[in-house]
């Protein structure tokens, strides 16, 4: 089971999907007309990255190690196979637990602009 967290929401528990994420999250890319990078980041134990914040939604998915992330005011540990999603311009924290180096495959999603938009 996957937990995602928003900013001022509760825990919502993700349950198997009849297609695959990587469908799904496609075919909103394509709806709502946007680009999408991913990286994959390494953190020694230990890492603590202070508070910040990004203009892009970014999905940050854990897949190795154990990381308390402060989201807005609210501190949350997350574990392998947890999901982080932080909206635009939200103040954002983490620091590694354990002897564990932390791996994390981030999302960021920007909306493409179009001349008219300008």
Request: aromatic share 8%; proline share 6%.
């Amino acid at each position: 089971m996957t937990k995602l967290i928003l900013p001022g929401f509760k825990e919502v528990p993700w349950s198997t999907r009849l297609i695959s994420w990587q469908e799904a999250l496609s075919e909103c890319m394509t709806m709502a007309n946007c680009d999408l990078q991913v990286f994959f980041l390494d953190y020694p134990a230990g890492t603590i990255r202070t508070t910040h914040l990004h203009e892009e939604i970014r999905l940050v998915f854990v897949r190795c190690g154990k990381v308390t992330m402060t989201v807005e005011d609210q501190t949350t540990e997350f574990q392998p196979g947890d999901m982080i999603a932080l909206l635009p311009n939200t103040l954002h924290s983490l620091t590694v637990l354990g002897e564990d180096p932390l791996r994390l495959a981030e999302f960021i999603i920007t909306p493409i602009k179009h001349k008219r938009d300008e």
